[in-house]
C-alpha cells in the first residue's frame, strides 16, 4: 500500500467529515455526532473527489488523484473553517458525550456482541474483494470498463455508439454496449487506481467495502439522534450489514448499485433529520446526495425523481398536498388522453409516456403489458437465500406499527417514498419488457438493493419510542406530528 493510495481513503475522510460536521446541528453528543459526520463524510467525500477528477483530470487521468486532491483539501478547509468558529462558540456543550451507551450490562454486552459480528462481517467479505481483480460479468465489462481504459490511455476519451464510432475511425472516441452509461463511478475508481499508481484492481474494489461500513457508521449515529436505543440502532445495523446479498456485491465488488443504495440511503438518512428536527442543513445534504444519483447509474434518475417529489410534497401545507397529487393525476390522465407527453429527466434524456409504450431518447422504446412473473419475483423475495427474512419481517413492522403512520408526519413521508419506489419496481418488473430480467433472477434483486437502505431508514422511523431508552422528547414529538402539518 502506497502513501497515496492511504490519502486516496483518509482526504474524503477529511473534507465529507467537515462537509457532514458543518450540516449537523450545532449541539450534540460527540460519540453520535463523530459516526454521522466519519460515516457519511467519508461517502460524501468520494463523490466529491470523483467530480473533482473528473474536472480536473480528463486529460490526464493517470494522475488524477494529484490534480484533485488540493481542491479537495481546499475544500475541506473551507468546510472546517466555520466547524472550527462553532466548536470555539458553544464549548464543551457543543460536543457532549452522554447517552450513548446502553443502559445495563446485559444490553451493553448485546451491543458489543452485535458490533464485533459487524466488523468480522466486513472484515471478511472486504478481504475477499481484495483478493481477486473485478469478477462478475457487468462489472468487467461495463463499469471497469471505462476507468481502466481511460487510465491506461492516460486521457478519458468520448465513449459513442456503435455507429458513430464506425463513421469516424480517426476521432479519439470509443465504443461498447454501456456507452451511454453514467460515469461517476469511473471516477471514483481512478480516484482509487490513480493514487495507487496503476490500475490495481483490488485495491479499487476494497472502496465498495468502504462505502457499506461507511453507511453503516452513519445510519448508527443517525439512528441514536433519532432517539433509538444504542441496541436497536445496532441491532438495524447488523441486520442491514448481514444482508447475504449486499455482501455479495462487496465480496464480487464492481457493480454500481451498492453505490446507488448508499447514496440514496444517506440521502434518505439526512432527509429524516430534518423531517423530524427541520435542519435546514440536512435538507441540503439530502438534496446534494440525492443529485448524484443519475451520475452513478441511470436508475438514479427515477430515484431522484421520485425523491424530489416527496420532498416538495413536503414543503406544501397539509391542505394542499392531496390536491396537488390529485392535481398531478389528472394532468397525467388527460396528456394520455391525447396520446402522451413527453418530460425531460436528469440523467435519462428526454422520456415520452403514451399510452401502451414508454420511450427514453437515451436508451430504449419499453412496451407496457403484462408480464406474469409474480412466482420469480417471490422466490426472489422470499425463498432464495438473497434477503434472510427481510421481505418476512418489513410488512409485520408496518402492520403492528400503524399507528405511528398516522401520527407521525416523517413516517408518511419517508413511507411514501418508499411506496414510491416499489411501485416503480413493480411497473419496471410486471409491465416492460425488463420482466426478463426478474425470470432468470439477475437484475431484478440487484434493482431492489438500491431501495434496501431505505427501507431501514423508514422502518427505523416506525420504530422511534419502541424499545428505546429514552422516550422522544416532547419537543420532537412536536416537530414530527405539528411543524409539518400547520
Sequence with gaps: MTS???????????????????????????????????????????????????WTARTDTAHAFAHAAPWLVALGILAWAPNAVRLWRYGRS????????????????????????????LLLVGDEAALRPVFPWDAWSTWALKPKAWLLLGQADTYVPMSDWLSDP????????????????????????SSAGDWNEPLVDVAWCGALAAFALAAYGYWRSLELSAGLAMGLVYALVSLPLIDAHIALAGYADLWIAVTLGLAMLAWSRWLIHREERQWGLAVALALCLPAIKLEGAIWLL??????????LPARWRWRVVGGMVVVVLIGLSFGGFSLPIPGLGWTRLAWGSLTI??????????????????????????????????????????????????????GGLVFLQFVFLFVLFFLTDAA??????????????????????????????????????????GQTTGVADQ
Design 361 to 414: 431518447s437515451s436508451s430504449a422504446i419499453y412496451h407496457l403489458a403484462w408480464h406474469p412473473v409474480g412466482e420469480a419475483m417471490l422466490a426472489s423475495l422470499f425463498t432464495l437465500p438473497n434477503w434472510h427474512l427481510l421481505w418476512y419481517v418489513f410488512p409485520v413492522l408496518v402492520a403492528v406499527r400503524w399507528r405511528v403512520l398516522l401520527h407521525d408526519h416523517a413516517a408518511r413521508m419517508l
Design 436 to 477: 426478463m430480467w426478474a425470470e432468470d433472477f439477475t437484475s431484478a434483486n440487484r434493482l431492489i438493493l438500491h431501495i434496501v437502505p431505505s427501507v431501514f431508514v423508514f422502518s427505523a422511523v416506525l420504530m422511534r419510542g419502541a424499545l428505546a431508552d429514552t422516550q422522544p422528547t416532547q419537543a420532537a414529538q
Design 94 to 121: 457543543a460536543v457532549s458525550g452522554e447517552g450513548n451507551r446502553p443502559s445495563t450490562r446485559i444490553a451493553r454486552g448485546f451491543w458489543w456482541l452485535l458490533l464485533a459480528l459487524i466488523v468480522s462481517r
Design 4 to 54: 497515496g493510495y492511504l490519502m486516496a481513503w483518509l482526504l474524503p475522510l477529511f473534507a465529507g467529515t467537515g462537509v457532514c460536521w458543518l450540516a449537523a446541528p450545532a449541539r450534540g453528543h460527540l460519540s453520535v455526532r463523530l459516526a454521522v459526520s466519519m460515516g457519511g463524510g467519508w461517502i460524501v467525500g468520494v463523490l466529491m473527489a470523483a467530480w473533482l477528477a473528473r
Design 306 to 315: 421520485e425523491f424530489l417529489a416527496m420532498l416538495m410534497l413536503d414543503l
Design 170 to 193: 480517426q476521432a479519439p472516441m470509443r465504443t461498447t454496449g454501456a456507452w451511454n452509461y453514467p460515469e461517476l463511478l469511473a471516477w471514483v475508481q481512478i480516484w482509487f487506481a
